[in-house]
């Protein structure tokens, strides 16, 4: 793969069972992955592909599945994954990674959030929530995990206590379908199933620090380094320096709220998602609509961006917040320019819906 390849990752994936890697400037596809649950000789079995993540370098892409997490390095030639972690037992509905690419954390519909060492299989914590999960989010502090769940429950997971340390239903047991906060610790976002969202202040004085929880390192293992459990062990037990309220940046800040809106009205909100700026909300939803809204500026809607013919799955910023990729169950991705709205290109190829799409342009 080209230097000029390696800037810019854009993989989109589906029912299809397939994860397609994409050529950004020019809409030509040039990877293509078969997602297989199982294979024998038989046989094979195939499963959907609910969401997509990036590592920050670039190095490898997290699959979530039902109901596996499998991980591909993005720059091999091999077809098969290089790595699987099993322990949910329901859909995968979220996965992300810490920003050293230290662990992955995810959530599934079996109501639970793990927290997972890449060098290992087996997930390295396990947090019981009382609902399906339908999504979770890292803190920038990289120390608490955000999660929403069927039951519309918001509940704040403190890595180094090791526990729940706050939760509230922002609209009574109206399932919350997305959360996002901003890179800059000083917003949180959710949407529910009723078309609404909600915005919140986050303290931001704690922003920066750094609570690290699990695995130390992601390289392979060696006989003079620690077990996962043990790394664990030490890392909770001698913590970096910092504060009571820099371990619980959410909980000591508390939440402020800023404005309820209906997002899409009558429909089905799919995903949101701030800007890397925290200048621009992006939500997608069921009325075949993006719709941007001015962070700046109490909230207020944009523009509306259509041209998509079905649902919107999900969407996915460029580092500079000018460009906006898309996935819809009309089997296209599209590459938008967020401030005129108009679509630059369309990525064509899946045979059926696009649930999840990954961009990584970050220099």
């Given at each position: ?6 800037s ?10 397939t ?16 997602y297989?649950d199982?294979v ?7 499963t ?21 997490i499998r991980?591909?390095d ?13 322990g949910?037992t329901?859909?995968?509905t979220?996965?992300g990674f810490?920003k050293d ?11 639970s959030i793990?927290?997972w060492?890449?060098?290992?299989p ?13 999504c979770?989010?890292?803190?920038p ?6 999660s ?21 239903a922002?609209e ?7 959360l996002?906060v ?10 529910n ?5 909600y ?13 690290a ?13 620690p077990?996962?459990?043990d790394a ?22 508390g939440?402020?709220?800023i404005?309820?809106?209906e997002?899409?009205p009558s ?15 992006a ?5 075949r ?8 500026h109490?909230?207020?809607?944009e ?7 079905a649902w919107v ?23 938008w320019?967020?401030?005129?709205g ?13 649930t999840?799409?990954?961009?990584n342009?970050?220099?």
């Amino acid at each position: 793969m080209s230097g000029a390849e390696r800037s810019v990752i854009l993989c989109t994936a589906g029912y299809d069972h397939t994860i397609r890697f994409w050529e950004a400037p020019t809409g030509m596809c040039h990877r293509t992955l078969q997602y297989a649950d199982s294979v024998s000789r038989s046989n094979v079995t195939e499963t959907q592909v609910n969401r997509l993540e990036i590592t920050p370098d670039k190095q490898y892409l997290a699959v979530a599945g039902n109901p596996h997490i499998r991980l591909f390095d993005i720059h091999s030639t091999r077809p098969d994954h290089m790595g699987q972690f099993d322990g949910h037992t329901n859909n995968v509905t979220a996965v992300g990674f810490q920003k050293d690419r230290k662990w992955m954390y995810s959530s599934s519909e079996d109501a639970s959030i793990k927290v997972w060492d890449i060098r290992v299989p087996a997930a390295q914590r396990d947090y019981a929530s009382k609902a399906p999960v339908s999504c979770v989010v890292l803190h920038p502090n990289q120390g608490e995990l955000i999660s929403g769940d069927e039951e519309g429950v918001i509940r704040v997971w403190d890595l180094t206590a090791n526990q729940c340390t706050m939760e509230w239903a922002p609209e009574g047991r109206c399932a919350i379908r997305s959360l996002t906060v901003g890179s800059d610790a000083s917003v949180l976002v959710a949407v529910n199933n009723r078309g609404m969202a909600y915005s919140w202040k986050l303290n931001t004085q704690h922003a920066h620090t750094v609570v690290a929880p699990p695995p130390h390192a992601a390289s392979p293992p060696s006989a003079s380094q620690p077990s996962p459990k043990d790394a664990i062990h030490s890392t909770l037990a001698h913590p970096p320096s910092s504060t009571p309220a820099a371990a619980n940046a959410v909980k000591a800040g508390g939440l402020e709220p800023i404005v309820k809106y209906e997002a899409h009205p009558s429909s089905y909100v799919t995903k949101c998602l701030l800007s890397p700026d925290v200048k621009l909300l992006a939500t997608a939803a069921s009325d075949r609509s993006i719709r941007i809204w001015n962070c700046e500026h109490g909230y207020t809607c944009e523009r509306t961006l259509q041209g998509h013919s079905a649902w919107v799955w999900d969407v996915s910023f460029s580092a500079d917040s000018a460009y906006l990729v898309s996935g819809s169950s009309d089997k296209t991705a599209k590459l938008w320019d967020v401030k005129s709205g108009e679509i630059i290109l369309e990525y064509k190829g899946h045979g059926k819906a696009i649930t999840a799409v990954a961009l990584n342009d970050s220099s």
